[in-house]
């Protein structure tokens, strides 16, 4: 076993910068795992207060310190998985992932003091757009924390095995389910910038409420979902039909006519941020699939919007 050298005698902890420098790996893990930053956070928290916990000694007995938080977080984040789909069946309304801003958008910490560096957020790529992280909810928590430590973050499955609980060849199984959940929910690849054209496009008609040019922006079975948290107004269940989701946001935008709608990237992709008096009061992230736009989230609960917002 390889143990830290170099600075057995300095006062300061050998292994703290190689362990520390795992906290954005870590981020990434959990956020992808448990769909919400905060939670996040709190699982690498409740991780480097376990390695702290050893003493030196069992410290310097663990081989690959990385591996050993990362099996830490993720068995954490299994249990929490659990525990959150108990929590979720009283939430009130529909459940939506925590919308992430760009990191060059950080505007507060989650106390509201300033921003962490940015290198500790989460890195957003495919893996994290909003459509991903929805379908992630209706995998049970092993096929989750199987599949992302797999095929997203490149674990064997004999390590995954050992983090779940299960076989390697039960893992390989529980990511091959996930992954075929993934593929038939995928929607068309759509350039970005025809995207952020559509969004743009739909930001103007729903701020003229033209339902016609939102109609025709819209996909047929098109669908909004919105999640209040029961701390502030949304629809408790998700809208469907392209006309019906038009007429909805138009009677969004009549009772609430001092609306602001700012372009902005959520979690990877374009989206909108909805501000009044300023204070953002919501965050949308939308799925098109080739020239339509299929699925809108809209997400309200400021409790999930404490990125996005200014003290």
Known sequence: ???????????????????????????????????SLADAEDVVQETYARWYAMSRQQQQAIESPGGWLTKVAGRICLDLLGSARVRRESY????????????????????????????????LDESINMAFLVVLESMTPAERVAFILHDVFRYSFTEVAEIVGRTPAACRQL????????RASQAPATPAARQAGIVRDFKQAWEAKDIDALVGLLASDATAIGDGGGLVQAALRPVEGGEQVARYWVEVAGMAPDLTLLERTVNGQPGLVVQQAGVTVAVLAFEIAGDRIKHIWGVRNPDKLRPWTTD
Not at 6 to 28: C, F, K, V, W
Not at 175 to 182: E, F
Request: aromatic residues 4%.
């Open 92 to 123: 009130v309304g529909e459940w939506i992932p925590e919308p992430l801003p760009d990191r060059t958008e950080w505007v507060s910490g989650r106390s509201g003091g300033a921003t962490a560096d940015p290198a500790d957020r989460v890195t």
């Open 1 to 35: 076993m390889t143990t830290p050298s170099g600075a057995g005698d300095s006062e300061l902890d050998p292994s703290l910068s190689a362990i520390m420098s795992e906290r954005r790996q870590l981020i990434n893990l959990a956020y992808r795992l448990l769909g």
């Open 175 to 182: 990511a091959s389910s996930a992954r075929r959940r993934v």
